[in-house]
């Protein structure tokens, strides 16, 4: 106990900052408060959850995040494990290079998604309309034909050096006596990467999923930058119909509630994926 003593008050701390504003969530949740409304908040039990059955948008906005976290954490581990690989080589400049490929990830978001929304996607001036002029294509709309195809090129291109970082510390860990017998024993990269360094890197790459999923499940200024969820709620995920409840429509009842559901679902898409990585690793301990 005496050794816990200290660690007490920022146990009290955690507890006050983040199991709070939850109880008052749920507190708000079972009643109808709307600001524009000026009625006074009245407990309605649990209306609020039964109107997320009839929300077409809530559950459009449930496949929209499915959609962006899932494209986006596949695209994000593919090209962080390429630029893994080539930076794990030995070259001149590589830390220069290795320092520049990280570099997205700890710019600013909201600089990012300016910069991509001005410099990149707009079809006048944009740096992707003029690559299709200069191919005498017709210059593409990102922003209004392929909305969510816009943001997953941005989540990539941002959270991409994170995957980076992770895989590269992977591959530096390889079994280099393994890799030397697979040398010696005549396997060329392609068998040695598929036999050895995937097996090798796969609790990195589920280590890197789990932690991707959980940051881009929770997106919400490259989306009110970028696209402000449309068109036609096309790109709105959850956390940012959520902001659109209680800070547009003022219906902090119902924000509420669709909060609560929102983290139940995604409590239930994370823990089997804990419990899978804490497997993984408990067998990696044993050996």
């Not at 006050?16 to 309605?44: D, E, M, R």
């Not at 496949?63 to 080539?86: E, H, Q, R």
């Not at 990195?204 to 930058?225: D, H, V």
């Not at 800070?247 to 994926?273: C, Q």
């Amino acid at each position: 106990m005496r050794t816990r003593g200290p660690l007490l008050p920022a146990l009290l701390f955690t507890i006050a900052l983040t199991q709070f504003p939850f109880i008052l969530t749920l507190i708000y949740s079972v009643q109808n408060w709307n600001l524009l409304s000026g009625k006074p908040q009245t407990f309605t039990g649990l209306d609020n959850f039964a109107s997320t059955l009839t929300d077409e948008v809530f559950w459009k906005s449930i496949g929209n995040t499915a959609i962006m976290t899932g494209v986006s954490t596949v695209a994000c581990i593919a090209v962080g494990l390429g630029l893994a690989l080539l930076l794990n080589t030995s070259f001149r400049g590589r830390g220069l290079a290795r320092t520049l490929a990280i570099t997205p990830f700890f710019v600013m978001p909201v600089a990012v998604t300016l910069f991509w929304r001005s410099a990149m996607f707009d079809p006048g001036f944009g740096l992707l309309g003029w690559a299709a002029k200069s191919l005498g294509l017709p210059a593409v709309s990102w922003l209004s034909e392929y909305p969510m195809a816009a943001l997953i090129i941005l989540l990539t291109w941002r959270f991409a050096p994170f995957a980076l970082l992770i895989l590269i510390a992977g591959l530096q860990s390889a079994p280099d006596e393994q890799l030397e017998a697979a040398r010696v024993d005549g396997a060329g990269p392609i068998r040695m990467f598929v036999s050895i360094m995937l097996p090798h890197l796969r609790p990195y790459l589920e280590l890197t999923a789990l932690l991707l999923a959980m940051n881009l499940i929770q997106t919400f200024g490259e989306i009110a930058l970028l696209t402000a969820g449309g068109p036609a709620y096309a790109t709105t995920n959850i956390t940012y119909y959520i902001y659109l409840e209680g800070f547009n429509s003022f219906d902090l009842g119902k924000a509420s509630a669709f909060g609560v559901v929102a983290l139940a679902l995604t409590i239930a898409m994370v823990l089997p994926a804990l419990r899978l990585l804490s497997g993984i690793f408990q067998k990696e301990g044993r050996r």
